[in-house]
């Protein structure tokens, strides 16, 4: 990506167990943090019929996938992204 403060992508996450299965079956909200050199512009959890702020830095989770929506600016690095939920446990 471009660091011209122009340049997006999108950043497909999944939830997944111990296993590494895919966790859809709870709607837990999870919060995203994304720190480094870019911006969070928005986020989807492919719920239709959940009438959420896309711009907004938390959603309900539906599928266990996410779609974050990532700008970065004018300095080349790191993007970090942290995602946090209540007994949800990073690896």
């Given at each position: 990506m471009t660091t011209d403060n122009d340049d997006a992508c999108i950043v497909d996450l999944k939830i997944k167990d111990a296993k590494g299965n895919l966790c859809h079956l709870t709607k837990n909200k999870v919060t995203f943090k994304?720190?480094?050199n870019a911006k969070l512009l928005g986020l989807d959890n492919g719920d239709?019929?959940?009438?959420?702020n896309y711009k907004e830095d938390n959603v309900k989770k539906m599928t266990g996938r996410f779609d974050l929506m990532v700008?970065?600016?004018s300095k080349a690095g790191y993007i970090n992204i942290k995602a946090v939920s209540d007994g949800l446990v990073m690896k």
């Open positions: 994304v720190t480094g239709m019929v959940d009438h959420y700008q970065v600016n």
